[in-house]
């Protein structure tokens, strides 16, 4: 009996020291990660994401999932930034976007080219299956198809009484070779289809429904002769909110909408267009 529980003492002191021992070794690993948390040193970028996100600077206060996406975020900020410098193109960090809820495995960034408008022409960078992808070519081809209309708007309209803005297109795929040949030229060769746009014109340009068809139908039949197909919106607004130093973004000339006028521009088929509001009764 007494060596039964001689054997006894035996083990539960055996137990005790891996029980110190066990809770020493964590206390160590504890403060092992605390120590290197704090001696890392954020770059630039990484604290520019931080901010964006309203998070802590100092790393050794974000959590362990903060963390992991601050360096998912930063790969792929990098990736894309080093992708376009020979280009000449620096993306800014915009917002991070979480995993979708059925595919756990895809996260995306989103960046804005820098001089443009980080509530309108943002760019989306993902990581799935281990590589990453982006759609700033489809950006490129957007902005270059808006500097094309802004350039055809400018031949007989005032350049301080209208505003372009193209949300979306269907050009079909571009390479990254492709890119320093997107002009006019290389979009007039090509078909270019599901277009859609924002055409802001001036109360002063079109003081009724009639001059707001008929230049409708003007810009539609252009669009056609060009192949360009899709259902841009010309919109017309309120000629102090183009003129006012106030209103200058694209979405504050857009609040003063008077009348607008739609309809969609198909291969092979005749359009039709809507005219919504009343420009003559001042948006009723």
């Not at 408008?117 to 990453?132: L, M, W």
């Not at 090509?190 to 277009?195: A, L, M």
């Not at 010309?234 to 102090?240: K, S």
Request: glycine letters at 6%; charged letters at 30%.
């Amino acid at each position: 009996m007494q060596m039964f529980k001689r054997g006894i003492g035996i083990v539960a002191i055996f137990i005790m020291i891996l029980c110190l021992g066990g809770c020493r070794m964590s206390a160590n690993y504890t403060n092992n990660t605390e120590t290197k948390d704090q001696n890392v040193v954020l770059t630039d970028q990484q604290k520019e994401i931080l901010t964006k996100e309203e998070l802590p600077l100092d790393y050794s206060q974000l959590t362990g999932k903060q963390k992991i996406y601050l360096s998912m975020a930063d790969d792929m900020l990098t990736y894309v930034n080093e992708k376009y410098a020979p280009y000449g193109v620096h993306f800014t960090y915009i917002a991070y976007h979480h995993p979708e809820l059925l595919d756990k495995e895809a996260r995306s960034i989103l960046i804005v080219p820098d001089g443009y408008d980080p509530e309108i022409d943002t760019v989306e960078v993902s990581k799935k299956d281990g590589n990453y992808e982006d759609d700033y070519l489809d950006f490129a081809v957007r902005i270059e198809f808006e500097k094309l209309l802004n350039k055809h708007f400018a031949e007989f309209l005032p350049e301080e009484q209208f505003r372009v803005y193209v949300s979306s297109l269907d050009f079909g795929d571009v390479k990254t070779e492709e890119f320093t040949k997107l002009n006019e030229d290389f979009l007039m060769q090509h078909t270019i289809s599901r277009i859609g746009a924002y055409i802001l014109i001036s109360d002063e340009i079109c003081k009724t429904d009639d001059e707001l068809m008929k230049f409708t139908t003007e810009f539609f039949t252009w669009m056609k002769e060009n192949k360009f197909y899709g259902g841009p919106w010309v919109e017309v607004c309120r000629n102090e909110r183009f003129t006012s130093s106030e209103h200058k973004d694209f979405s504050e000339v857009r609040e003063g909408r008077i009348a607008f006028a739609l309809g969609t521009v198909r291969k092979g088929q005749e359009f039709d267009i809507e005219i919504r509001g009343s420009v003559e009764q001042g948006g009723k």
